[in-house]
């Protein structure tokens, strides 16, 4: 807490002030980085990203894959695998409870959503992380969705995309969390020594046990503009080393710079560029050799 | 109070005490106490013994931790004969935190991967306190590599409080070192037996810790996040991690029965560091046994069977 939250007094001031950024709710917003009032019908249809200041706010996983994806021919992957409380992990809830609250808040079974579908004409299995549920993060329905869903892109020579979002490995499913790391990583090995592109796109935030293996290990790693992306949250970083972090620390710009992701790509270019990116890596192995992109816009 | 002894052992380290006086008493009389000690010593391995097998998780974890628990050094020294180190990952530099190279395990080569925390201060600064960085991982990777390609089997040493979390780490690509670690030792063809030796924290220990046999000293623990951490991010405060430690089941007990471990190499009476060559013994001869069987495996069978395990985590 700062010494400005401790002196300022608490209660009736900072209510009004939340009541009136809320008015009217639903149709106003603002950005949150630099603070201008957004129309929520004109913010929708710019993809979530500020017409101001070119902010790009964080999206659900399911309107993610919504805007990615063909209209037409989509298939949802996977999801016979639920969440299982293995260790009957209990804290000051029950994991159990968590995972109902967190259903019933974001609408979806866990953390991870995956589609086969097609991207201007081309099949692809695309896979978002829902932040929104349980911190976006990674426990065994994550991995063994991946996992399924890479196996039926290798099985049937599909390219693979998947946008991150998430915390890290979950805590509540403990070591069964950490092993999807190992999943997840043995089975993007297998598209990789069989020729099938994986594209991973991190979009703001990617930690931990994510970021440490499916997020980083794409053909081409990709990330939003100014998502954050790292293996430790910048307070554990400043905790340990005790000093102040650089501006711009653990930014998207900061991992091209440091040579950790090919390029970064604005939400309005994901379709055109990852579709080009597609095309490209494959044509030499398609069986009829037809560039999708060519015909289909 | 000794502080040799953790809390709990307190009991432990007041008969041990009064054992001393005893002997020292017995050295300058005629009176013959040698039963009376004798005795005693008994009543003390008792002890040792029922307040070891109920042990709380966080008691594990500080045993874990224990600042005379065996290093990877001390076992690399007593397992493995004709070892030579091999520095650096030949782009950044030479991590001291993991150390490496080639030595015999019964006389057969192996490639030795060890994440050391070293003891005393200025070792703990040099070797980082065992976090390592990036270019240790990579350094790891590299030797990994060599041993496919010269057909040696490749013995992990688990010991870390985590992948190091700085500055330099991160621009350096932490996760993506530990991220290809996995990858490759998912189809590393050699035969990879990883053992958790004191501390194996989250993704900085997983990074040396996939192969075709896991095990665990029994009083070493193994855990997706600090309890501390863990802690941290429940209750706001790091002073609940004994109960963050129970919930995460972090002891080989608990790892076992999950299916997620293969083995647990029992400790002596008191923990590893009461009797490190008795340790040692006891863990040479079960990565003999390891590696022994593990070799006999056709390598591609060896490899499929590592896939499907990884595959069946969870499930």
Redesign the interface.
């Known amino acids: 807490m700062s010494w400005l939250e401790k002196i300022r007094p608490k209660g009736p001031d900072t209510k009004t002030r939340d009541r009136t950024q809320n008015v009217p709710e639903g149709v106003w917003t603002k950005c949150p980085k630099c603070s201008a009032p957004l129309y929520r019908p004109e913010l929708e249809k710019n993809l979530e990203v500020c017409p101001k200041c070119e902010h790009h706010l964080r999206i659900s996983a399911r309107r993610r894959l919504d805007i990615f994806l063909d209209k037409e021919d989509r298939q949802e992957l996977a999801t016979e695998v639920q969440p299982i409380d293995r260790l009957k992990f209990k804290d000051i809830k029950k994991y159990k409870d968590r995972i109902t609250e967190s259903q019933r808040s974001t609408g979806e079974d866990d953390a991870l959503i995956a589609i086969k579908g097609r991207l201007k004409g081309m099949p692809v299995v695309a896979m978002a992380f829902e932040f929104s549920f349980h911190g976006g993060s990674m426990g065994y329905v994550v991995g063994e969705r991946f996992t399924r869903a890479a196996h039926l892109a290798l099985e049937n020579n599909i390219p693979v995309v998947c946008f991150s979002a998430t915390g890290g490995a979950r805590m509540q499913e403990a070591l069964i969390s950490l092993m999807q790391m190992a999943k997840t990583s043995a089975v993007i090995e297998k598209l990789k020594n069989n020729g099938i592109p994986y594209i991973s796109v991190m979009t703001d935030p990617v930690y931990g046990g994510v970021s440490a293996s499916l997020a980083l290990l794409g053909d081409i790693n990709a990330a939003e503009p100014n998502a954050r992306a790292g293996f430790a949250g910048p307070n554990i970083i400043e905790q340990t080393i005790r000093q102040k972090l650089p501006k711009g620390f653990q930014r998207a710009e900061f991992l091209l710079e440091h040579g950790a992701i090919d390029m970064i790509i604005a939400r309005h270019k994901m379709r055109d560029t990852l579709a080009s990116l597609l095309a490209k890596l494959t044509y030499a192995t398609k069986s009829d050799g037809a560039d999708a992109t060519k015909n289909s816009i | 109070m000794n502080l040799n002894y953790l809390d709990f052992e307190q009991p432990i380290a007041e008969l041990e005490a009064k054992i001393e006086e005893l002997r020292l008493v017995g050295n300058d009389s005629d009176i013959n106490i040698t039963g009376e000690i004798v005795k005693l010593e008994e009543k003390s391995q008792k002890l040792t013994k029922k307040i070891y097998s109920g042990l709380t998780s966080w008691q594990t974890v500080q045993i874990a931790r224990h600042p005379l628990r065996p290093h990877a050094t001390d076992y690399i020294n007593r397992v493995f004969t004709d070892f030579d180190e091999l520095h650096g990952d030949r782009h950044f530099g030479d991590d001291k935190a993991i150390i490496g190279g080639i030595g015999r395990l019964a006389d057969k080569p192996v490639v030795i991967i060890g994440e050391e925390k070293g003891r005393g201060v200025n070792e703990k600064v040099y070797r980082n306190f065992g976090m390592p960085k990036p270019e240790g991982y990579r350094k790891a990777l590299r030797l990994m590599e060599m041993a496919e390609r010269f057909k040696m089997p490749v013995v992990t040493l688990i010991d870390t409080p985590g ?5 330099d ?8 070192a ?3 670690n ?3 030792m ?2 590393l063809k050699t035969p990879i037996v990883c053992t958790v030796i004191g501390e194996g924290s ?2 900085g220990a ?2 040396i810790g ?1 192969g075709d046999h896991l095990s665990m000293l029994q009083y070493s623990t ?4 600090s309890p501390e ?2 802690a941290n ?3 706001k405060t790091s002073t609940k991690a004994a ?2 430690a129970e ?4 002891t080989s007990t608990v ?1 076992q029965e ?1 299916g ?1 471990i293969d083995e647990t190499i029992s400790e002596p009476n008191g923990g590893a560091h009461r009797n490190i060559e008795t340790m040692a013994a006891s863990l040479k001869e079960c990565l003999i046994r390891q590696v022994d069987e593990l070799t006999e495996v056709p390598i591609d069978e060896l490899l499929e069977k590592r ?1 499907k395990r ?2 069946s ?3």
């Open positions: 992948a190091y979390p700085g500055i780490s991160e621009e350096r690509g932490i996760s993506e530990i991220a290809r996995l990858a490759v998912s189809r989250s993704g997983l990074a996939i193994y855990f997706v996040i951490g863990c991010i429940i209750w109960e963050a919930a995460m089941g972090v790892l999950l997620i896939y990884l595959m985590y969870g499930n």
